[in-house]
Nanobody
């Protein structure tokens, strides 16, 4: 199992940017595809973005495509989510997750979760 710790959340105005970070430990980081999910108040947790073990392939939900960028640094055991052009509807707790395998697939299967970091966007 991979231990994940997110950071970088905060309160920002609409149109602003944030960079979320996720530090991984406990297993060989490059064995796993990584992902970001979010959960808004009163809503279910939803997939946001994923990246394969190499960093060469990424996937996003349509609502964030072009505004969010997922990346990873396997040498540092880190995964990042750059969030630009923030909107109030992006307000949520953002969770980092490790897949159970190295490749992207139609459904992300999370084997490990972080504790989450709050992102709040004011209008």
């Amino acid at each position: 199992q991979v231990h994940l710790v997110e950071s970088g959340g905060g309160l920002v105005q609409a149109g602003g940017s944030l960079r979320l970070s996720c530090a991984a430990s406990g297993r060989t980081f490059s064995e796993f595809a990584m992902g970001w999910f979010r959960q808004a108040p009163g809503k279910e947790r939803e997939f946001v973005a994923s990246i394969d073990w190499s960093g060469g392939k990424t996937d996003y939900i349509d609502s964030v495509r072009g505004r969010f960028t997922i990346s990873r640094d396997n040498a540092k055991n880190m995964v990042y989510l750059q969030i630009d052009s923030l909107k109030p509807e992006d307000t949520a707790i953002y969770y980092c997750a490790a897949d159970t395998g190295p490749y992207l697939r139609p459904r992300f299967v999370a084997g490990s979760w972080g504790q989450g970091t709050q992102v709040t966007v004011s209008s």
